[in-house]
């Protein structure tokens, strides 16, 4: 069955950088794009951007660029999400979603990322 | 970018009276809209695709509706389980965006 299995919770302080992982399974890795979507306490889902784990190909938010790279493995079928210069407004949690053809039928268990002094 | 606007924020309904979420969009997402269940501590849960195509497992109370820029979510006899925050998505280009959500909550 298809998983998307997520890292730990982290705890950061401002200016640093996060890398949240996400490793798939249950599906041929390269056949689907991922995106990365954050929900800060209280708050809706904001979606971050995406990846191809084709080619490697990104888009991101227009809010994001500049702060954000998502990368990938194929070799251990993982997509990587790096966010930095955090701020206290960074603190959400974030989820990785597959896209399939329109939508998300599969989500990580998602990411809490803390960004405080 | 496309602006999603869900109404109302906050529905009170009873166990067992149909319940109708509105979404709209800033421009016309043809039927590229799904919807999603939240509940607390977990992953948004697919419901709706395609404007009104049912996610596999997803119980027939649930239906969607509409096309253009004005979509319906209705779920026809509110189970206790139901009660969760409900997001509407666009997905008819890149970026793909929420609605700010509506939480059905226990009348």
């Known amino acids: 069955q298809v998983q998307l299995v997520q890292s730990g919770a982290e705890v950061k302080k401002p200016g640093a950088s996060v890398k949240v992982s996400c490793k798939a399974s249950g599906y041929t890795f390269t056949s689907y794009y991922m995106d990365w979507v954050r929900q800060a306490p209280g708050q809706g889902l904001e979606w971050m951007g995406m990846i191809t784990p084709s080619g490697g190909s990104t888009s991101y938010a227009q809010k994001f660029q500049g702060r954000v790279t998502m990368t990938k493995d194929t070799s251990t079928s993982t997509v990587y999400m790096e966010l930095r210069s955090l701020r206290s407004e960074d603190t959400a949690v974030y989820y990785c979603?597959?896209?399939?053809?329109?939508?998300?039928?599969?989500w990580g268990q998602g990411t809490l990322v803390t960004v405080s002094s | 970018e496309i602006v999603m606007t869900q109404s109302p924020a906050t529905l009170s309904v009873s166990p067992g009276e149909r319940a109708t979420l509105s979404c709209r969009a800033s421009?016309?997402?043809?039927?590229?809209l799904a919807w999603y269940q939240q509940k607390p501590g977990q992953a948004p849960r697919l419901l709706i695709y395609s404007a009104s195509t049912r996610a596999t497992g997803i119980p027939a109370r649930f239906s969607g509706s509409g096309s253009g820029t004005e979509f319906t979510l209705t779920i026809s006899s509110l189970q206790s389980e139901d009660f969760a925050v409900y997001y509407c998505?666009?997905?008819?280009?890149?970026?793909?965006?929420f609605g700010q959500g509506t939480k059905v909550e226990i009348k």
């Open positions: 421009q016309n997402v043809h039927s590229n």
């Open positions: 979603a597959r896209v399939d053809g329109g939508r998300y039928h599969y």
């Open positions: 998505q666009h997905c008819n280009n890149w970026p793909w965006t």
